[in-house]
């Protein structure tokens, strides 16, 4: 597999641009972060009930509650993805990364600036759903994600996400007998 960095473009070093750039699904690996302890235990450290997302959890929790993120825009960390990794697959990516999401604005913990825009996040988090599924060839649960989006978030629905629905819609016709 060939060699990509993955640098993030216009990330600022606030606790708020952090939790910005977290909810609306940036990711970051794990062994690419530096945190005090005082920082993960007051987060509550990581989630074990959760069968994976549980770094995605925890840095949310570390940004919302109040700690500052800094970043390095630059290649740090080699990060290899075994073929049947739990991070490949999208049924259980997708609906670990919703549920913690709808966790946490339902837990009220967030600044007010970010409860306020909760049906803008979902509606991205089933968006980004949406596009894992057609990745993996999962045309009915990638159309399902961007209805949930679209009904979530009405106001946000552009083209693209017709283009992602009618493409969700024929690999499902395709697999059909």
């Known amino acids: 597999m060939p060699r990509r960095d993955v640098v993030l473009d216009g990330w600022e ?11 609306a699904g940036r990711r970051l690996n794990t062994s690419t972060v530096l ?15 959760l069968r994976c997302t549980q770094d995605y959890d925890l840095w949310l929790r570390v940004a919302g509650g109040g700690h500052r993120f800094a970043y390095l825009p ?3 960390t080699e990060y290899g993805s075994m073929r049947d990794a739990v991070s490949g697959d999208a049924d259980l990516v997708n609906t670990s990364t919703e549920y913690v ?14 409860q306020r825009q909760r049906s803008y996040y ?18 009915e649960p990638a159309a399902d994600a961007i ?12 083209p693209g996400w017709l283009k992602i629905w009618g493409r969700a819609r024929r690999i499902t016709a395709a697999s059909q007998p």
């Open 13 to 23: 070093d606030t606790q708020e641009d952090a939790l910005e750039q977290l909810l």
């Open 35 to 49: 945190a005090t302890k005082e920082s993960l235990t007051s987060a509550g450290l990581f989630d074990e009930s």
């Open 74 to 76: 630059e290649a740090l």
């Open 101 to 114: 999401l709808e966790r946490l604005f339902a837990s009220g913990a967030l600044p007010e600036r970010f």
């Open 122 to 139: 979902l509606a991205r988090s089933y968006l980004n759903s949406a596009c894992f599924y057609l990745e993996q060839g999962k045309g």
């Open 147 to 158: 209805t949930r989006a679209a009904r979530t978030r009405p106001a946000s629905i552009r």
